[in-house]
């Protein structure tokens, strides 16, 4: 099974960036299918922003526009761009792999994101 890290969240004022970082173990990354969650207090986990092995990539309604998801096959790492940051992104992110090519999906441990001035 693969190991996800994630880094790169934090506290930002709103209309700030973060960018995210995801390192994945194995030697295969490119050709995981990859995504980023997540989950807000007492809400469920949703879908933000996915990337296939090909790179195409789909979003959320909420974050188009605002966010890019992106990946560097080089260094087994997939990104997540973060721009006009709203508090209502505040959130725990995760990346996940999905199962598919490469073996089983897969979650990282998830990194804080807070929105506030």
């Known amino acids: 099974q693969v190991q996800l890290v994630e880094s790169g969240g934090g506290l930002v004022q709103p209309g700030g960036s973060l960018r995210l970082s995801c390192v994945v173990s194995g030697r295969i990354f490119s050709i995981y299918n990859m995504a980023w969650y997540r989950q807000a207090p007492g809400k469920q986990r949703e879908l933000v922003a996915h990337i296939t092995a090909a790179s195409s990539t789909n979003y959320a309604d909420s974050v188009k526009g605002r966010f890019t998801i992106s990946r560097e096959n080089a260094k087994n790492t997939v990104f997540l761009q973060m721009s006009s940051l709203k508090p209502e992104d505040t959130a725990v992110y995760y990346c996940?792999?999905?199962?598919?090519?490469?073996?089983?999906?897969?979650w990282g441990q998830g990194t804080q994101v807070t929105v506030s001035s």
């Open positions: 996940y792999k999905l199962p598919g090519p490469g073996g089983p999906g897969s």
